[in-house]
């Protein structure tokens, strides 16, 4: 049974129409598998809102949620971001730099605006 106020509640999501409930009922099947979920829709309609509820309600709830605004990341170093990179793999790496996915190793990473 899905106990769709406790996954409201987690992230302050409001409302009791039918799409809300929908997506509740939707949050509470994926947060029990261990499967990756492509999350879509338009600007601000609540796409990381969705990603905190799926994280909190799942058993990776205790390890990190990594958020990344992908747009925000230029082209030219997107790789490095997210998988990090070793000292002087590159002109410029001084440091090892440990990327977004090892960060979010057991955990839960959002990609958006991955478009």
């Known amino acids: 049974m899905i106990d769709l106020d406790k ?9 009791d129409s039918d799409q809300i409930v929908e997506i509740l009922t939707l949050i509470g099947q994926i ?3 261990d499967i990756s979920v492509l999350v879509t829709g338009d600007s601000g ?9 799926i994280h909190k309600n799942s058993k990776r709830k205790f390890e990190s949620l990594v958020i ?3 747009a925000a990341i ?7 971001e997210l998988f990090g990179h070793k000292k002087g793999s ?9 990327g977004y996915f090892e960060s979010a190793h057991k ?6 605006e991955i478009g």
């Not at 590159?90 to 440990?98: I, N, S, Y």
């Not at 955990?107 to 958006?112: A, S």
Request: hydrophobic letters at 40%.
């Open 7 to 15: 996954i409201r509640q987690s992230v302050g999501m409001i409302g």
């Open 31 to 33: 947060a029990s598998t």
């Open 45 to 53: 309609s609540g796409k990381e809102m969705v990603a905190k509820a």
């Open 68 to 70: 990344v605004n992908c």
């Open 74 to 80: 230029p082209s030219g170093i997107l790789e490095s």
């Open 90 to 98: 590159f002109t410029g790496a001084v440091d090892k730099k440990v």
């Open 107 to 112: 955990g839960t990473i959002f990609l958006d």
